[in-house]
């Protein structure tokens, strides 16, 4: 799959199918976040993955739209600094999470990112360190629906490119 | 160029070609971004596209290590709320510019971030409103060194797999 048509028809898949992922899927999804870029190459980041249903049905509780994990095949909690140490933590977070998912996609994997909005119910399941800082995990697995590869991307979805794109100045 | 390769070959880019980008690559780079997903859809974010060499120059001054700028065929000033609001709006962004350049890459342009330290110049260079965030611009070209596209990632230029990813718990 090229890139432009991964972007193009990559949807959020929040229903899964109940069968697990190949291990060598879930060492590339991995390997996609390790290599992204970060800022100054600090890579602020590490991945706790869960495969164990008692654990992704807990945290999907820790979280308002992140009922999706309980039925994942895969979560991935993205694990940080604090954000308010510096902006580039949450925006280097977010360019791995993206090269998990698009990599993901290729596969035939779906998934959806969940807000965590207890991380320290989060931290004491998950048990990272109290300097860490956990704000989005990612469910993975097969889509439910088997038409989501080829489906064409939903008519208005996104803002115009002539209201999100300026020419030299604002 | 498939997902996967793009991910493990993309490396950033500083310096470029004296070559414009024809229009159909540069709508393709800023779609890439435009369609990006966003925490509720709520897509936080602008593009100020810019291709003239003296608001390339002045906009390289802004960031210590954003000299880079100077010399690209285009810069995108990424502009954003002001990401104390919540932590998804740098998230976000991030997304949005890991899709920009992925797509870029596959393109045959190389590319490049750059952070923007002092937001109020770049304010005043770019006219965007003052309730409005710059923190990061990315720099786009055709490479200078043109065996860019197959050169092998750097050994070594990322924390190890074990380091990154636990299992299950920390």
Same mark, same amino acid.
Do not use: C
């Given at each position: 799959m090229n890139v432009s048509d991964a972007i193009k028809y990559k949807r959020a898949v929040r229903q899964f199918q109940d069968k697990p992922?190949?291990?060598?899927?879930?060492?590339?999804?991995?390997?996609?976040?390790?290599?992204?870029q970060s800022s100054k190459n600090t890579q602020?980041?590490?991945?706790?993955?869960?495969?164990?249903?008692?654990? /992704?049905?807990?945290?999907?509780? =820790?979280?308002?739209?992140?009922?999706?994990?309980? @039925?994942?095949? &895969?979560?991935?909690?993205?694990?940080?600094?604090?954000?308010?140490?510096?902006?580039?933590?949450?925006?280097?977070?977010?360019q791995a999470a993206a090269y998990m998912q698009l990599a993901a996609w290729e596969l035939g994997i779906g998934s959806c990112l969940a807000t965590i909005y207890e991380p320290e119910k989060a931290?004491?399941? /998950?048990?990272?360190?109290?300097? =860490?800082?956990?704000?989005?995990?990612?469910?993975? @697995?097969?889509? &439910?629906?088997d038409d989501q590869f080829d489906s064409p991307p939903v008519k208005g979805g996104r803002r115009s490119f002539e209201e999100v794109v300026h020419w030299e100045r604002w």
């Open positions: 992922l190949p291990r060598d899927v879930i060492l590339a999804i991995l390997d996609a976040g390790r290599r992204s602020p980041w590490d991945f706790i993955v869960i495969q164990d249903k008692v654990t /992704l049905k807990a945290l999907s509780n =820790l979280g308002t739209y992140a009922g999706h994990l309980a @039925g994942a095949a &895969l979560g991935v909690a993205v694990i940080t600094p604090s954000p308010e140490q510096r902006f580039s933590i949450m925006f280097d977070a977010g931290r004491q399941l /998950l048990g990272f360190p109290e300097d =860490l800082f956990i704000r989005i995990a990612i469910s993975f @697995g097969y889509p &439910l629906q």
